[in-house]
């Protein structure tokens, strides 16, 4: 067995992380970067990965994908090889809707990536996880905390809760485990107006016991724990001020 301080270490370790060029992904990218990892970002967008680039310490760099489609995943992962750790971030900004004013047809897109799409990556990434190596997910604390209007958001993060512990059990060695973030500044909320956007989030930091909302970076170090913890699989962590006390 592995005792050295090497295994809670990511230094020279590879790290792949799916929807990295924005928002918890990029912080997380960059955090791992920082610690010695060799980053590899994915994303869709060309413009946005050029940038998310440049922003990375080290020697990471980033490959174009779109995630939707198992064909892209399969041969994306083919490229890559080897891996020690794996990171699902992919996510567009999510519809509030009630269910009454919600096409069918539109609730199934959003499925699409953030579950499919991380369905998929787990299947064509696992076999390639090194020895002591992990895959961490994204859900949302809005698998137990919801409200009106957040049936997509809900019912796709308890869908991860559950991806999570069955890929645990079925991948094992291999650790699974996902971080459930509360309200986070990031691009997520951008489908929101500023002044809308600012409102809201002035109003779950006042019910919040940190009394703010959450950071990417902060959030970031939740991805950075799992990735290093070797003892821990099948776990939902959640990274939220306090939202599910309150």
Excluded at 180 to 204: C, H, K
Aim: net charge neutral; glycine share 10%.
């Amino acid at each position: 067995m592995e005792t050295s301080n090497s295994v809670f270490s990511l230094n020279g370790k590879k790290v792949v992380i799916l929807g990295g060029s924005s928002g918890l992904g990029l912080a997380t990218a960059q955090a791992a970067a920082a610690e010695g990892a060799r980053v590899i970002i994915v994303s869709s967008n060309a413009a946005r990965l050029q940038n998310a680039v440049a922003e990375l310490p080290g020697n990471g760099f980033g490959m174009q994908c779109n995630l939707s489609d198992e064909a892209s995943v399969k041969q994306l992962f083919e490229e890559i090889g080897t891996l020690d750790h794996l990171v699902f971030t992919a996510g567009e900004s999510l519809l509030l809707s009630k269910i009454a004013d919600t096409e069918v047809a539109t609730a199934r897109a959003f499925f699409d990536l953030r579950y499919w799409g991380a369905f998929t990556a787990v299947k064509y990434a696992a076999p390639r996880i090194n020895a002591g190596g992990s895959i961490v997910l994204t859900g949302g604390i809005v698998s137990t905390r919801p409200n009106a209007g957040w049936s997509i958001g809900a019912s796709i993060c308890a869908a991860m809760d559950g991806f999570t512990r069955a890929m645990a059990v079925e991948l094992a060695p291999v650790r699974v485990n996902l971080v459930s973030p509360g309200v986070i500044r990031t691009n997520l909320w951008s489908s929101m107006a500023e002044a809308e956007r600012d409102a809201f989030y002035g109003q779950v930091a006042a019910a919040l016991p940190v009394r703010h909302v959450g950071e990417a970076g902060q959030v970031a170090q939740t991805y950075i724990y799992l990735m290093k913890q070797p003892f821990a699989t099948g776990q939902i962590l959640v990274t939220d001020g306090g939202a599910v006390l309150v």
